[in-house]
């Protein structure tokens, strides 16, 4: 050694990783053994879509007005424009285009249809996608669709809702639903 007589050796310091080896030391941790717990995303909160609506006097009057068959209009404000949700006879129309409509199936039962087209135009339109989900759900007799919302896309099962407009048409029939256009007479 050839340190001073009174001072200690000086200690060897450890070599550090280099950012390059750093990050080529991670890929192959994730390659061999996946991310770390403190490397995990945040699971994406999930929204329950349509329960602004659902509650809503304006949207309680709409569903009421579709079923009966009478007009009924509101709007709805969403990033600063303004949307036009209303009914017209047997259609309900987001912005002045059909988005949900019914046909007669018997005299007491309607079948209720979404148009495909109007809802892929639509889907980026956060009001909108409430206002989907919340017809959907206040409708019991209805069995649940398949229809979900992921990453700004409506999806019908695995697949957009757009796949297979071209063979199948736009029209998308999602069940049938009692309305109140019939009165009832009692027997005598």
Do not use: W
């Not at 409430?130 to 398949?146: I, K, N, Q």
């Not at 309305?179 to 005598?188: A, D, F, I, M, T």
Request: glycine share 8%; proline share 6%; hydrophobic share 35%.
């Amino acid at each position: 050694m050839t340190a001073a007589p009174g001072k200690a050796p000086k200690k060897e310091k450890e070599k550090k990783q280099t950012p390059e080896e750093r990050l080529q030391a991670l890929r192959y941790n994730h390659m061999m053994y996946g991310p770390t717990a403190g490397e995990m995303r945040p699971a994406a909160k999930k929204v329950n879509y349509g329960t602004a609506y659902l509650n809503h006097p304006k949207f309680q009057g709409l569903l009421a007005a579709f079923k009966k068959g009478t007009p009924f209009r509101f709007d709805v404000t969403d990033k600063g424009k303004i949307y036009t949700v209303a009914t017209e006879d047997s259609h309900i129309t987001f912005d002045g285009k059909v988005i949900y409509y019914s046909r007669h199936l018997n005299k007491y039962e309607d079948n209720l249809l979404l148009d495909r087209a109007s809802a892929v135009h639509y889907q980026g339109i956060e009001a909108f996608v409430h206002l989907a989900f919340a017809v959907l759900r206040s409708f019991p007799d209805l069995e649940a669709p398949p229809l979900s919302y992921l990453q700004g896309q409506f999806y019908l099962g695995s697949e957009t809702l757009d796949a297979g407009m071209a063979e199948q048409g736009p029209n998308l029939l999602l069940g049938s639903f009692k309305h109140s256009k019939v009165l009832e007479k009692p027997r005598k």
